[in-house]
């Protein structure tokens, strides 16, 4: 049984840091693309950052030079490390696996930066 499952989220100042963690068992996690994707009340659900099996990243416009992913394939763990944090970066954060036609999604874990 494929389990995603993301941690690490909570309430932070803006300015501040927080480091996600998304998790994987069931899946051989080093082929797979992980992406991590956010959505807020009224608004689509948007990619944020993504790394591929390679370890190649590409990130939203919206958070290049603040957020920084990596993984640990022998962790089987991808990780968000989130700086310089908005009000605007408020949302809850979902972790997606991703190979070819396969797809797995955690629950995600909320993410709110206010003073």
């Known amino acids: 049984q494929v389990q995603v499952v993301e941690s690490g989220g909570g309430l932070v100042q803006p300015g501040g840091s927080l480091r996600l963690s998304c998790a994987a068992s069931?899946?051989?996690?080093?082929?797979?693309?992980i992406s991590w994707y956010r959505q807020s009340p009224g608004k689509q659900r948007e990619m944020v950052a993504t790394?591929?099996?390679?370890?190649?990243?590409d990130y939203a416009g919206s958070v290049k030079g603040r957020f920084t992913i990596a993984r640990d394939n022998a962790k089987n763990t991808v990780y968000l490390q989130m700086n310089s944090l908005k009000p605007d970066d408020t949302a809850v954060y979902y972790c997606n696996a991703q190979l070819t036609y396969l797809d797995y999604w955690g629950q995600g874990t909320q993410v709110t930066v206010s003073s």
């Open positions: 790394i591929t099996s390679g370890g190649s990243a």
């Open positions: 069931g899946i051989i996690f080093s082929i797979y693309a």
